[in-house]
């Protein structure tokens, strides 16, 4: 992990890092990559995924094991002192704002999710290069084709750069059962 614990008690919040694709491999040291993210605290991980039904598409799963991504790494956010309880609570109520038909892979996707979810418990933004590529995305959005233009996740991407990646995403993760 990038830090360690700075003894100050809490329980852990650190953010699950997957690719999306093995060109990470390449994009990662350029400082780009195409990433799924989780967040893990009080043993489990919580992460967001498209679905087509206008209901949470927040859902856990044990930690670093997201089916159908490939585990990069994780980087410690710091600490949160929400009880187990409390912090089920908070996420319940967070979930109510990620619906999985909201998703979109360049407005509002999994990194936004753990984003929000790191800044209301450690007051901290997850790393830049997480989700960097939606950000450059939605700067250039007139410029990407009409399918993967933002709006919402019932527009499935047709382009064929970005129609395998959706193919793979929305076969995997996007299917777990909701949490909420």
């Known amino acids: 992990m990038e830090a360690q614990n700075g003894g100050g008690g809490g329980a852990p919040v650190v953010l699950n890092v997957y690719d999306l694709t093995p060109m990470n491999n390449y994009l990662y040291w350029f400082g780009l990559g195409i990433f799924h993210s989780g967040i893990e605290v009080h043993g489990m991980e919580y992460g967001f995924g498209a679905h087509e039904f206008p209901t949470s598409g927040v859902f ?23 009880s187990r309880t409390e912090f089920r609570s908070f996420i319940e109520n967070l979930a109510g704002k990620y619906n999985g038909n909201a998703y979109h892979l360049i407005s509002k996707n999994c990194n936004h999710f753990t984003d929000d979810v790191c800044k209301n418990l450690t007051r901290k933004s997850i790393p830049g290069w997480v989700n960097r590529l939606a950000r450059v995305g939605s700067f250039f959005n007139c410029l990407l084709p009409e399918s ?10 047709t382009h064929p750069a970005f129609s ?17």
């Open 60 to 82: 856990e799963v044990e930690p670093k094991s997201c089916p159908g991504f490939i585990y990069r790494r994780s980087v410690w956010m710091g600490t949160t002192n929400m």
């Open 148 to 157: 993967i233009q933002v709006s919402t996740v019932r527009h499935v991407p």
């Open 164 to 180: 395998v990646m959706w193919k793979s995403w929305t076969s995997t993760c996007c299917h777990q059962t909701s949490i909420l």
